[in-house]
Nanobody
Framework: VQLQASGGGLVQVGGSLRLSCTGS????????MGWYRQAPGKQRELVAI???????NYAGSVRGRFTISRDNAKNTVLLQMNSLKFEDTAVYYC???????????WGQGTLVTVSS
Protein backbone atom coordinates (compact mmCIF):
# COMPACT_ATOMS: atom_id res chain seq x y z
CA VAL A 1 0.00 0.00 0.00
CA GLN A 2 1.29 3.45 -0.90
CA LEU A 3 0.02 6.93 -0.21
CA GLN A 4 0.81 9.83 -2.49
CA ALA A 5 0.19 13.27 -1.04
CA SER A 6 0.32 16.61 -2.79
CA GLY A 7 -0.77 20.21 -2.47
CA GLY A 8 1.56 21.68 0.12
CA GLY A 9 3.40 24.92 -0.41
CA LEU A 10 3.93 28.48 0.72
CA VAL A 11 0.90 30.63 1.45
CA GLN A 12 0.26 33.92 3.18
CA VAL A 13 -1.65 34.27 6.40
CA GLY A 14 -5.35 34.10 5.65
CA GLY A 15 -4.81 32.17 2.45
CA SER A 16 -5.96 28.73 1.39
CA LEU A 17 -4.44 25.45 0.28
CA ARG A 18 -5.87 22.10 -0.61
CA LEU A 19 -4.07 18.86 0.18
CA SER A 20 -4.79 15.64 -1.65
CA CYS A 21 -3.78 12.08 -0.85
CA THR A 22 -4.45 8.97 -2.90
CA GLY A 23 -3.90 5.44 -1.79
CA SER A 24 -2.86 2.63 -4.12
CA UNK A 25 -2.10 -1.05 -3.83
CA UNK A 26 -4.01 -3.71 -1.92
CA UNK A 27 -6.77 -1.55 -0.53
CA UNK A 28 -9.94 -3.53 -0.06
CA UNK A 29 -11.64 -1.86 2.83
CA UNK A 30 -10.79 1.47 4.38
CA UNK A 31 -11.54 2.07 8.02
CA UNK A 32 -10.48 5.72 8.01
CA MET A 33 -8.38 8.26 6.17
CA GLY A 34 -7.09 11.50 7.50
CA TRP A 35 -4.36 14.04 8.05
CA TYR A 36 -1.88 14.61 10.81
CA ARG A 37 0.76 17.30 11.06
CA GLN A 38 4.06 17.84 12.78
CA ALA A 39 5.49 21.28 13.42
CA PRO A 40 9.19 21.78 14.19
CA GLY A 41 9.97 20.68 17.71
CA LYS A 42 6.48 19.31 18.30
CA GLN A 43 4.83 15.93 18.27
CA ARG A 44 2.70 14.74 15.40
CA GLU A 45 -0.94 15.63 15.98
CA LEU A 46 -4.27 14.80 14.43
CA VAL A 47 -5.67 17.44 12.10
CA ALA A 48 -8.76 15.73 10.72
CA ILE A 49 -9.95 12.21 10.06
CA UNK A 50 -12.98 10.69 8.37
CA UNK A 51 -14.09 7.11 8.82
CA UNK A 52 -15.92 4.78 6.52
CA UNK A 53 -19.25 5.86 7.93
CA UNK A 54 -18.51 9.49 7.16
CA UNK A 55 -17.93 10.47 10.77
CA UNK A 56 -15.42 13.31 10.96
CA ASN A 57 -13.18 14.41 13.76
CA TYR A 58 -11.28 17.71 13.66
CA ALA A 59 -8.64 19.11 15.94
CA GLY A 60 -10.08 22.03 17.82
CA SER A 61 -7.47 24.36 16.38
CA VAL A 62 -8.67 23.80 12.80
CA ARG A 63 -12.40 23.31 13.24
CA GLY A 64 -14.31 25.80 11.16
CA ARG A 65 -11.32 26.53 8.93
CA PHE A 66 -10.40 23.11 7.50
CA THR A 67 -12.68 20.69 5.71
CA ILE A 68 -11.89 17.04 5.11
CA SER A 69 -13.60 15.00 2.44
CA ARG A 70 -13.16 11.62 0.87
CA ASP A 71 -13.69 9.99 -2.51
CA ASN A 72 -14.12 6.33 -1.69
CA ALA A 73 -14.03 5.19 -5.30
CA LYS A 74 -10.62 6.79 -5.79
CA ASN A 75 -9.20 6.03 -2.32
CA THR A 76 -8.58 9.74 -2.01
CA VAL A 77 -8.84 12.11 0.91
CA LEU A 78 -8.79 15.89 0.57
CA LEU A 79 -8.11 18.60 3.09
CA GLN A 80 -9.29 22.09 2.24
CA MET A 81 -7.49 24.57 4.46
CA ASN A 82 -8.83 28.12 4.67
CA SER A 83 -7.93 31.10 6.82
CA LEU A 84 -4.47 29.71 7.38
CA LYS A 85 -2.48 30.90 10.37
CA PHE A 86 1.22 30.95 11.20
CA GLU A 87 0.66 28.07 13.59
CA ASP A 88 -0.60 25.88 10.77
CA THR A 89 2.95 25.67 9.44
CA ALA A 90 3.96 22.02 9.57
CA VAL A 91 4.61 18.90 7.58
CA TYR A 92 1.24 17.31 6.86
CA TYR A 93 1.00 13.55 6.70
CA CYS A 94 -1.75 11.55 5.11
CA UNK A 95 -2.88 8.54 7.12
CA UNK A 96 -4.71 5.42 6.00
CA UNK A 97 -6.24 2.93 8.41
CA UNK A 98 -7.32 -0.39 6.91
CA UNK A 99 -8.22 -1.79 10.31
CA UNK A 100 -5.82 -3.18 12.90
CA UNK A 101 -2.41 -1.92 14.05
CA UNK A 102 -0.55 -3.70 11.25
CA UNK A 103 -2.59 -2.05 8.54
CA UNK A 104 -1.95 1.63 9.10
CA UNK A 105 0.02 3.61 6.59
CA TRP A 106 1.56 7.06 6.27
CA GLY A 107 2.21 9.25 3.27
CA GLN A 108 5.56 10.91 2.69
CA GLY A 109 4.52 14.26 4.14
CA THR A 110 3.93 17.56 2.43
CA LEU A 111 5.19 20.86 3.80
CA VAL A 112 2.80 23.72 4.43
CA THR A 113 4.39 27.05 5.25
CA VAL A 114 2.28 30.03 6.26
CA SER A 115 4.05 33.37 6.08
CA SER A 116 3.25 37.04 6.45
Amino acid sequence: VQLQASGGGLVQVGGSLRLSCTGSGSIFSINAMGWYRQAPGKQRELVAIINTGGVINYAGSVRGRFTISRDNAKNTVLLQMNSLKFEDTAVYYCHLDLGGPNFRYWGQGTLVTVSS
